[in-house]
């Protein structure tokens, strides 16, 4: 007998502001429609590469909207606390019977819908999230299961006749303005499969232009065989932090590689497009913006026999494992449909928040599939009623490949001859493990050894969203003993600096301690190192060790000489003006570089909010944190070298050099983009000195620096930075990007005169050592 008390609950939608906002309130379908609410929904469109054609569903005869109308392959709402992608992926099982994984997903563009119809009674203002799934073939029709309350047929269609059909206004199909956004699809389709081959090698040959090819190596005469037979294992160990990152930036990142890679030798073109991926890591260029080089058209071809009902004679469904045009700002530690307002909800019901800022941590969704028994879930995980979303731990993640790491490490910590790289070493491979990263990260700072390692997770900048998570990286070299006893000065005079800078003594630390800087020459990087290399870095970025022990430095001295040799100094000779020309030189670029690493531990890091509350810098200026921290260091960097030649622990010889050389950098660094961290700071510091007249733009279109104004200009800039940092100021923040870092008229044009006589943007090492090694 069936149950006389069962109910059909009508499905309950989010309601959004008219700018596609939650509002926290959720009501049913039917009163959202009738109200005229705004909403979510999503479109999942199957287009067939062989044919190039779109799938359409009739709609069933029974629907309150457009019945009996063909529209796209399957549709529906997003109900209330559920996400794009999984609502998604459920649309199209239950309505055609399809089951794909995420990376058969592209996410297109999203679509605002504002239509009235049935006489009024039915108010559409939805916000479509609008899905493309690429598949190799048709899907033979006899594989679908369709839901007939929903669907009565599906039929395969040229997109252009489709378009025509929509541009006409037939009424067979549900109307799109194809004059409008909706457009996006078809314009999109035609760009990605119309493209011709040699234009497209060009293009790519242009772009891989802007790097020099380096050859970086060194003697390794001073090592000893039991380190050099560690340095092999040390290489390998780095080299799989290469698979992490892979992973990190995207889902199918790796597929995409692997594909690129098989398929390298086919033509020129392929080989292009493998060459300009691996500099990258990645379909997204990172010298343009982040603009996607490659599309899903060039992905890996992925077969799920099981996606659909068996069909005789076919093999099953073949797809293109997707990836967006917009490189998501997410990476892949958060699910890609998460928007930081429910990020931030999430957080905020957690009795231990540090877990979902770590910087050792992904978040995931448990209605993606995920649950607390696939992983060993972190402590806030298994709370009760937090949402969907919980936090999987670095070494639960990617525990495949540090496992292997650790297990290198280990053996390459037991062959190495100096005790402090012995307990790096196996303090790191722990690590690892445990993903606890303080002991070793302590032991990466007291490191004194010739051969120098540096590896694990660090920089933040992929995670464009906050901030919060760290990618893996490693850098190995050999340390050059006399330029790093040259550099002791530095890292002793941190707090007479720290006590000195341009700000309020209430905001200056009292325990900035001397920072340990280490000079060596590259041997091999892996991981994040894509697109511009970096020539130093300052870390940890761990706000408990900065406070606790401070930072170390590390220089790559190999990479400076050749970013000077093939790049600043074509610059200096294009853009300054022939009076400072000859003050360019590679000790004003070297002496900058380190001080802007020793900047990077001094000025605010843990801070006091006005409402008493401790927290970090990081943590309030979240997204613009790293533009804002580069531009520190920057510019304080050089208030710094003035400071130490006032004191007399630098010669004044330096004192004009130094500027000329950094207004020459300027147009180095800004040529990686305004998507790029180290780009945005420096658009910051030009703009900031052009205005205050401290960089000045002559007729024959060479610039100069104006010495009378250049101290001031420096000095401002420096503290209107600190205090904002100081404050954990998230909206002068803004306000500062937003007026400063533009691609200004003088910037415009040292930039087009830089490219008109194509001077490498950058570097684009290989070490032929490392190489050999892992051939073997």
Not at 8 to 37: Q, W
Not at 318 to 341: I, Q, V
Not at 463 to 491: H, N, W
Not at 507 to 532: C, E, F, M, T, W
Request: charged content about 25%; glycine content about 4%.
């Amino acid at each position: 007998m069936a149950d006389a008390s069962a109910v059909v609950v009508e499905e309950h939608l989010d309601v959004l502001t008219k700018t596609g906002e939650k509002t926290g309130v959720s009501k049913p379908r039917g009163a959202v429609h009738r109200d005229g609410d705004y909403h979510r929904a999503v479109h999942v469109w199957i287009f067939a590469e062989s044919t190039q054609q779109l799938l359409l569903q009739k709609r069933a005869d029974c629907k309150d909207s457009w019945p009996g109308q063909w529209d796209i392959s399957s549709a529906g709402h997003i109900s209330a606390g559920d996400s794009s992608l999984v609502s998604a992926r459920r649309e199209l099982q239950e309505e055609l019977g399809i089951s794909l994984p995420r990376d058969a997903f592209e996410l297109m563009f999203v679509f605002l819908q504002e239509c009235v119809i049935n006489d009024g009674t039915f108010i559409n203002n939805e916000f479509n999230d609008v899905y493309l799934v690429t598949t190799i073939d048709p899907i033979p029709l006899e594989a679908f299961t369709l839901q007939e309350s929903e669907v009565s047929a599906v039929k395969y269609m040229s997109y252009e006749e489709y378009r025509s059909l929509l541009a006409k206004e037939d009424p067979d199909y549900v109307p799109y303005d194809v004059n409008g956004p909706y457009d996006q699809l078809f314009q999109i389709i035609r760009q990605r499969y119309n493209q011709d081959s040699k234009a497209q090698n060009v293009t790519l040959q242009k772009q891989l232009q802007r790097y020099a090819p380096v050859s970086l190596n060194d003697e390794l005469t001073d090592l000893s065989d039991a380190d050099k037979e560690a340095l092999s294992l040390i290489i390998k160990a780095a080299k799989v932090m290469d698979d992490i990152f892979y992973l990190q930036v995207w889902e199918s990142n790796p597929a995409l590689r692997d594909w690129l890679n098989v398929n390298a030798d086919a033509s020129e073109v392929e080989k292009s497009k493998w060459k300009y991926y691996m500099i990258n890591k990645g379909p997204w260029s990172c010298l343009d913006e982040n603009q996607a080089f490659l599309t899903t058209k060039d992905s890996a071809v992925r077969l799920i026999p099981e996606a659909t009902k068996t069909v005789s004679g076919w093999k099953g469904l073949e797809y293109k494992a997707a990836f967006p045009t917009l490189k998501p700002p997410g990476a892949n530690f958060y699910p890609p449909d998460m928007d930081k307002m429910e990020f931030e909800l999430w957080k905020n019901k957690l009795s231990q928040q540090d877990d979902a800022t770590s910087f050792f941590t992904v978040i995931k969704r448990h209605s993606e599939g995920f649950s607390s028994s696939d992983h060993t879930i972190s402590k806030t995980s298994h709370l009760a009623d937090t949402g969907d979303l919980f936090t999987v731990p670095y070494s639960t993640e990617y525990k495949y490949f540090l496992t292997k790491a650790a297990e290198l490490l280990h053996k390459a910590g037991d062959l190495a001859s100096s005790p402090s790289l012995k307990r790096l070493l196996h303090s790191k491979a722990d690590a690892f493990l445990s993903n606890d990263y303080y002991d070793s990260d302590i032991a990466w700072m007291e490191l004194d050894s010739k051969l120098d390692v540096t590896i694990g997770p660090y920089e933040t900048y992929e995670d464009s969203i906050f901030g919060y998570k760290a990618t893996f990286e490693a850098f190995v070299g050999i340390r050059d003993d006399k330029a790093t006893a040259q550099l002791k000065m530095f890292g002793e005079n941190l707090q007479v600096l720290e006590q000195n800078l341009p700000m309020d003594n209430a905001y200056k630390s009292q325990d900035i301690h001397v920072a340990p800087i280490r000079v060596i020459r590259l041997l091999y990087n892996a991981g994040d190192v894509k697109g511009p290399q970096t020539v130093a870095f300052n870390l940890p970025n761990d706000e408990r060790i900065v406070k606790d022990r401070g930072t170390s430095m590390v220089m790559l001295k190999n990479v400076s000489e050749a970013k000077f040799k093939h790049i600043l100094r074509p610059i200096a000779d294009a853009c300054i003006s022939a009076g400072q020309n000859k003050l360019v030189d590679f000790d004003s670029f070297f002496t900058h570089t380190i001080c802007h690493e020793c900047c990077h531990g001094i000025g605010p890091h843990t801070i006091t909010l006005p409402d008493g509350k401790k927290s970090t810098v990081r943590k309030e200026l979240q997204e613009l944190h790293s533009a804002l921290e580069e531009a520190k260091a920057d510019i304080v960097g050089l208030w710094a070298l003035k400071f130490l030649i006032r004191q007399g622990l630098l010669p004044r010889s330096l004192e004009e050099s130094m500027y000329v050389s950094f207004l020459a950098g300027c147009f180095r660094s800004v040529r990686f983009g305004l998507e790029e961290a180290h780009g945005k700071g420096e658009a910051v510091q030009f703009n900031w000195m052009f205005e205050k007249g401290a960089f000045v733009l002559h007729p024959n279109e060479t610039f100069s620096v104006d010495f009378t104004k250049v101290d001031d200009a420096v000095e401002s800039l420096s503290r209107e930075i600190l205090t904002i940092q100081a404050k954990g100021d998230k909206g002068a923040a803004s306000l500062l990007l937003q007026k400063y870092c533009k691609l200004t008229p003088p910037l415009k044009l040292a930039l087009q005169k830089l490219e008109n006589i194509q001077v490498p943007v950058d570097i684009a090492p290989t070490f032929p050592l490392a190489a050999e090694i892992l051939q073997q």
